[in-house]
Structures are given as structure tokens and as C-alpha cells.
């Protein structure tokens, strides 16, 4: 098999390649971002053994499920951890995914051999936080490797007698191939080395688990190619205002995505949590600007504070600063009340928060926002607290909401008497039916 030598360009924000130099990415759109790369092509006048094809009539083995050790987590994995999988877990740094691969790395070595592998702390670090978290690997199930060169990583793996089942490697960016010379945590190294890794544990049937931090901005630090490469992404995020770690299941080839885990960290690691609702409203007060909604996220209802704070511009343009609530939703609604209602919001400072900056990303809090610049706006408030549900159409007109019924109900359970909604057929008790923002505004102010 004869070899040559071919360059090509991969962008260093996002990993797109290229044979030819780029100015701008086309994939990000980002400029200057071409680094150059040298790899060896080889000819494909290979003999090679033709590939198997299979019949829906032919038996298939089902892959092995390995019981995580957190009830929720299985559930969401349909089963646990599959054998053989790749997994993502991401996470900015201090937010708890060593912690969180101990417990792993204890849960599963009751029946598993595990290879943990730190790229970035210490044995003496690594050590204490196993005795901190009271792991016991009498059998000698779990294996510490501190090592940053994947050459020798692999090399030990061939060097065991025993196959591990799962590998674990905290982090992604701290190994490094010697075939590449870029610096370890550059996209070509996270990239050649998770490529590699990944399809050498599928091979054996190794689960991998790959740690990759995250930057402020959320984004996979360099690659978010990373998430491409693997069967699953688990992120954690930290809630300011609770301080729980939610872990997002952000993609998920065995089972549903968009779901979301709530975990509190205590000084025996990470616990879940699934009586979450009072970390979300311990701040909340009723007062001007302040409105209660239900989101969902996955299968869970989340109560979510919305404060809005509507002044006189202080310079001449009118800024619009959000946490939590997308910038592109206020801005939409500022519209919509300034044209349809004609009110004087558009020349106004508006500050728009969710408590803990909680991300919102579904339309069903509209009316919730809505009625909080105007709460602001004409400084004026109910006696009680309110819950308010529903979506705002460019007309001004409140459209209907998945869930509503259980966002109701849910409300209710908070002990929230007065629930403002969308005009639908739904016989509910203590609720009060908006059709459009005019008749919110007469109602309420
Ligand atoms: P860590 O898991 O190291 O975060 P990451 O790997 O994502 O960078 O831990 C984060 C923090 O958690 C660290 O400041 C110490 C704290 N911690 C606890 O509060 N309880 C514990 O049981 C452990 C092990 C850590
Ligand atoms: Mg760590």
C-alpha cells in the first residue's frame, strides 16, 4: 500500500475541514479560523474483506444495559449505560463531573471492570476524592491511570489481561496523540483522539465516557464536533438560584433528549433530586414586575420566576438586557404590545430576568413576560401571587400551550389560586381565560 501526503484545513472554532484554505468558515462563519494540517492518504488499491449484510429475519442481539446506579438516569437511558456506547459528559470545570464519574466509576464497579483515566489531576487528588465518597473496590474493579498520551493509554489497554468494560476519560482536552503535533485540547488532538478511542472501545465493547469541559458561553470547548462523535450528551449546567447541577440530555441515541436530571452536590457527591420546586421560588416575592410560569423541560414542570424591570433610558437608546429569557422573544413582545396596544414601551430601559437566569427555551412564558413589563410599566400589582400561561401571536392574540391542563394543575399543587390562560375549552377551576394582551391589560391594569 503506497502512502502521499495531502493538506487540509480544519477550522479551529468548529472542526469543519477543507482541502482548501479558508478565510471564513463556511460552516460557523467565523474568520481566521483555518489551521493547517498535514495527513498521509493512501492509495485504495487495498484487498479488503467485503462487508456483511444483514435480514430483518436475522436475530439481533440486544446490547447489554448496565444500571448506572441513579434510577432517573436509567430511566432516561432506557436501562442504563448501553455497552459499547460512547458517551459525552460536559460541563464548565468545578461543576461536578469527576465528582460524578467517582459515583459512576463505584456504581458500576460492583459487576464492571473500570479504567479511570485523569488527564488532569493528580493521583493524590484523585485518591482522596474515591475515599471522600467512600468508594470500596475491594476486588480491585476500578483502575487509576494518570496519563495524557493516548499511544500509552491504548498500549495498557492491550497490556491487560482482563478487557475493562468501561473506560473513563476526565478530560478529553488534557490527551494527546503523538501522530499529531498540536498542542492537547486543540480541535485536530480532541477530534483524532475521541475518532480514535471511540472506535476502539466499539470494537470490544467497551463503554466509553469521554469528559469535555465547557466553556462560559456553553459551547463544548473547541469542538462542538465532539457531540457528532458520540451516542450521547449529558451536560451539566449549574441554577444560580437553587445552585442545583441540572444535567441536560442533550442528545441521545438510546432514548428521549430534552429531558433533564436535578442533582444537589453534598459532601458525599452529587444526590438527585426530585422534589426540586422549592429551590425555584425560595426568592420569589410579589411585587411590581414579578410574575410566576410554569416551563417544561423534558417531562418535568419547573415554576420559574420572571421579574421585569421598565424605566426611562438613561442615554439615548433604549438597551434591552435579558438572563434567562431569549433576547429575540422580548423583543417580539415589546413589539407587539407597542403596536397592537399602543403603549409607550418601545423608548423605555427594559431589564428582563428568570429567577437563577434559568434558560427558557419553549413560547408557553409569553404572557408571563408580557404581564410582567407591564406589571413594571404601570407599577402596579395583585394582591396575590399569579401564575400566568400562554403564547403571544404577532396579532396580540394569546394562543394555547402544550400541557395546559398539567401546568394548572401543577400551579395549583404550589398552592397559586389565580392561574391566568389562553381561551380554550379546558374546565378548570380558579382560572381566568385571556383571549388577546388588550384584555389582559384591562383586566389587570
Ligand atoms: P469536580 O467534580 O472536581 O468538578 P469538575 O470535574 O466538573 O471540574 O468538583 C466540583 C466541586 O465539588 C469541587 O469544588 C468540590 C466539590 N465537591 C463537593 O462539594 N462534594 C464532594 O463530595 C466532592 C467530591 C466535591
Ligand atoms: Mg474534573
Redesign the pocket.
Known amino acids: 500500500m503506497s502512502k502521499k501526503k495531502q493538506n487540509y484545513f480544519v477550522c479551529s472554532e468548529c472542526g469543519y475541514e477543507s482541502t482548501k484554505w479558508f478565510a471564513k468558515c463556511p460552516s460557523c462563519n467565523e474568520w481566521n479560523t483555518a489551521v493547517e494540517f498535514t495527513a498521509d492518504i493512501f492509495d485504495n488499491k487495498v484487498k479488503s474483506t467485503p462487508s456483511e449484510i444483514l435480514f430483518l429475519t436475522d436475530n439481533i442481539k440486544e446490547p447489554k444495559k448496565i444500571n448506572t446506579g441513579f434510577k432517573e438516569l436509567n430511566e432516561i437511558l432506557y436501562g442504563g449505560f448501553v455497552e459499547g456506547a460512547i458517551y459525552l459528559l460536559a460541563?464548565?470545570?468545578?461543576?461536578?463531573?469527576?465528582?460524578?464519574?467517582?459515583q459512576i466509576s463505584s456504581n458500576v464497579s460492583q459487576k464492571n471492570f473500570v479504567i479511570y483515566v485523569s488527564g488532569e489531576?493528580s493521583a493524590e487528588q484523585v485518591f482522596q476524592?474515591f475515599k471522600?465518597?467512600n468508594v470500596k473496590s475491594d476486588k480491585n474493579k476500578i483502575g487509576l491511570v494518570f496519563e495524557n498520551s493516548l499511544e500509552k493509554i491504548v498500549a495498557l489497554l492491550e497490556n491487560l489481561e482482563e478487557k475493562p468494560d468501561f473506560l473513563i476519560i476526565?478530560?478529553i482536552q488534557t490527551i494527546k496523540s503523538d501522530n499529531f503535533s498540536s498542542y492537547a485540547g486543540s480541535v485536530l488532538q480532541v477530534k483524532e483522539v475521541t475518532r480514535y478511542l471511540s472506535e476502539y472501545c466499539k470494537k470490544r465493547g467497551i463503554t466509553l465516557i469521554i469528559?469535555g469541559?465547557v466553556t462560559k458561553g456553553g459551547i463544548i470547548a473547541g469542538p462542538k464536533i465532539l457531540e457528532h462523535m458520540v451516542d450521547a450528551v449529558l451536560q451539566?449546567e449549574l441554577e444560580k438560584t437553587s445552585g442545583l447541577r441540572m444535567m441536560r440530555i442533550l442528545k441521545n441515541r438510546y432514548g428521549p433528549t430534552d429531558e433533564i436530571l436535578m442533582f444537589e452536590?453534598?459532601?458525599?457527591?452529587?444526590k438527585p433530586i426530585s422534589e426540586y420546586t422549592h429551590y425555584f421560588l425560595k426568592d420569589y416575592k410579589n411585587a411590581s414586575g414579578n410574575v410566576l410560569t410554569i416551563v417544561k423541560e423534558g417531562s418535568k414542570l419547573i415554576p420559574i420566576e420572571i421579574q421585569a424591570l421598565v424605566s426611562k433610558p438613561v442615554y439615548g437608546n433604549p438597551r434591552r438586557v435579558t438572563s434567562g429569557a431569549p433576547l429575540d422573544r422580548l423583543l417580539m413582545i415589546i413589539a407587539v404590545l407597542s403596536k397592537r396596544l399602543r403603549l409607550p414601551i418601545e423608548s423605555k430601559d427594559i431589564f428582563l430576568s428568570t429567577s437563577g437566569g434559568f434558560k427558557i427555551s419553549d413560547t408557553s412564558s409569553d404572557l408571563a413576560i408580557a404581564y410582567a413589563l407591564l406589571s413594571s410599566l404601570f407599577d402596579i400589582t395583585t394582591n396575590e401571587s399569579i401564575v400566568v400561561l400562554g403564547e403571544i401571536g404577532l396579532d396580540g392574540n394569546i394562543r394555547n400551550i402544550r400541557d395546559l391542563e398539567k401546568r394548572i394543575d401543577f400551579a395549583k399543587k404550589l398552592g397559586v389560586e389565580n392561574i391566568v390562560i389562553p381561551t380554550s375549552k379546558i374546565a378548570a377551576t380558579n382560572t381566568l381565560k385571556i383571549s388577546n394582551l388588550s384584555s389582559l391589560v384591562k383586566k389587570f391594569f
Open positions: 460541563g464548565e470545570p468545578g461543576i461536578g463531573k469527576s465528582t460524578f464519574l467517582t489531576e476524592r471522600r465518597l476526565d478530560s469528559v469541559h451539566f452536590m453534598t459532601q458525599k457527591g452529587l
